[in-house]
């Protein structure tokens, strides 16, 4: 990953430049939701993979989540926050498999409501990926996948503590967190 600059200086005339390397040695997965409920405070769960710096691949031989780490996060999300979820989830091709739609279906806790394609601004999880980017990676070459992934650990943890900063993601994107079923429905 080509780390974002956030800030650099220089010599006056003198263009700055940040050096990093060419290749990756491995990768890291992460997927999160934010978990919004009126009266409570919100809440960032998330998952890692830490993936084989030789291979690449998880056990299910994907470079990235499969669909049973989704399911996995659904149901450690579902068991975590004691209540029924409501997924509004991007057009991600894993999002949308036969095995997670058939897990969707068969768990009455869980509502999906699929983005339009392109809708970015839309995805309260977005901008919290936008925040870790300009606050724990900003203007840092990490040495390795370890390096990068406690950076993650780390600046997730703290947005987790921040319920305010969460709340911001969701004001963001212009949606509404309600308790009642939309009209028609």
Not at 67 to 84: E, F, I, M, V
Not at 149 to 174: E, H, N, V
């Amino acid at each position: 990953m080509t780390p974002p600059t956030s800030r650099t200086w220089s010599r006056r005339g003198h263009t700055p430049v940040v050096r990093v390397r060419g290749r990756s040695r491995g990768r890291v997965s992460v997927a999160a939701l934010c978990c919004y409920k009126p009266g409570e405070r919100s809440r960032l769960i998330y998952r890692h993979i830490l993936h084989d710096p030789h291979g690449g691949h998880t056990k299910s031989g994907r470079r990235s989540f499969s669909w049973t780490d989704y399911r996995d996060l659904l149901s450690a999300a579902h068991k975590q926050l004691g209540a029924p979820l409501v997924l509004v989830w991007d057009n991600l091709n894993t999002h949308r498999t036969v095995g997670l739609r058939d897990f969707v279906a068969e768990h009455g806790w869980i509502t999906v409501f699929q983005l339009p394609s392109y809708t970015p601004d839309l995805n309260p999880v977005e901008g919290v990926w936008s925040t870790l980017r300009r606050r724990r990676q900003a203007n840092t070459a990490f040495a390795d996948p370890n390096h990068l992934l406690r950076a993650l650990r780390q600046g997730l943890r703290q947005i987790q503590y921040r319920s305010d900063l969460i709340d911001g993601c969701l004001t963001a994107t212009g949606l509404t967190s309600t308790t009642s079923p939309p009209e028609g429905q």
